[in-house]
């Protein structure tokens, strides 16, 4: 049987009155029509209207509910002429009339309806969650545009969240064994420090409720919630003869990015990620670093390696604490909001203090708009491997179920105007290629150094996009994913020797002209994942 001109509800009841049935199975869980409808709309326009290339509501609709196929291989939709074919292998198919393409209410109701029809044949989706089955369709919608581009879910996008713009909390990392919750780091300057808690001690319990019986997430639930609001720890601590109490507020808590640590003459300043804390802890770390080493400290490196990214904001104020003046990047896409430029605001905090930056095949997205800022404009030498190449930015935007739809909505492009996407940075001192040492990556008489200030112009001009001949450029200083010694041991030697530091710049010196375009902010991350405090 096929039904073609109902629609809606009226055609679902009049279908499923239709079809011989087998028992509900027990497993099977309500299935939220409206909200369903809700979510495919609020998410196919969001992509509609943001993504980075033009797509259509039918084209994203057709590819998420064939993502259903990863639930239950047995159902199959096709689009055929102005219908949507079902095939089902308990019932006979269906056929749904087919809303115009750009017809995004349509397009979201015929979704939800297909979901029905297929829940109705399949007792394996009519016991999957709704949340699984959002999953399954974004990803099916998404899977065709580009890898970055994302759905999550509602848990996992409040995990995003905290990670980018912090959480409440007291300021302490665990360690999850049998029976036992222990602090395994306590942070600076937070709630957890001022109370006096220390690395070793044994939690019992949150408020009232005994820890050993629950869950990670439950113990970090239980951590977490409002900022200023109070938490009671009972703690057990070798030293002390009985348990004891603690009452803490929560504060703000940002995930730490910066680690300083002296190296010789150098400051060696380790970024981990980007998130709204970076660039004002980095600035801490700068001042930390001259106040403890005075005369002594000669010059920065600035440690990128296997920094996935984050904040596009927060790299640009990275970028600007080491720039006078000058373009740090721009920001293209479809979208009008897309079209961005970011200048430096006039300052360096270090007043020209040689700096080194360190990058490898890692190192991406935010990462990269530093270490491609601060490459062009001549203000920092790139030592290491061609890093990931992930130039893209991506806007996120909230759902009605409290997730998220992360998508990829412009390019950017360096000061010199090459767009990062696929072909990354190419450091000015490469430390991948087969049988690298300091002495040999440091002679200037080396002819790696006079080749790599003609492919650094070579980069700059380059809007190659065909994979073999990114992969011919790529392949002069191929990506490493290792953080290696040679790299700190070149960065120590560039800032110890100030004339090979200087002639090591100069490759930098092939400039383009800057492309002109408008202004603004707008998030842009990898997933970064980094020890989670509480």
Known sequence: MRARHLSGAVFLAFWLASCTHAPVPATERAFDENGATAMFSAGYSMIQDKYLEPVTADQLALDGLEGLHALDESISFERRGDMV????????????????????????????LGIEVARSDSPTLAGTSNEDLYQAVFKGALSKLDRYSRYTSAAAARNARASREGYGGIGIRLRYEPGEVKVEAVMADTPAARADLRVGDRILRIDEQAVDKLEERDVIERLRGRVSSPVK???????SPAPFEVAINRALIFNPTVEYEPQGDAAVIKLSSFNQSTSRN???????????????????VLDMRDNPGGLLDQAVAVSDLFLASGRIVSTRGRHPDSLQVYDATGRDVTNGMPLVVLVNGQSASAAEIVAAALQDRGRAVVVGSNSFGKGTVQNISRLPNNGEMVLTWSRFHAPSGYAIASLGILPNVCTS??????????????????KTSILLSSWRI????DEKQLDTLRDNCPRSKDSQPLDLTVAERLIDEPALYRRALQQNNSMVAEPAITEPAILGSTAARLPSFQ
């Not at 380059?462 to 996009?465: A, T, Y």
């Open 85 to 112: 074919h079902i095939s089902l292998p308990r019932h006979p198919d269906v056929d749904l009339l087919a809303p115009p393409p750009t017809n995004i209410s349509g397009w979201s109701h015929l979704t939800t």
């Open 462 to 465: 380059s809007q190659v996009r």
């Open 433 to 450: 290629l087969p049988g690298a040492t300091a002495d040999s990556a440091l002679d200037p008489l080396n002819p790696q150094w006079a």
């Open 233 to 239: 720890l009972t703690l057990a601590r070798d030293e």
């Open 282 to 300: 980095l600035t801490r770390a700068i001042d930390k670093a001259r106040r403890e080493m005075g005369p002594q400290m000669k010059g920065i």
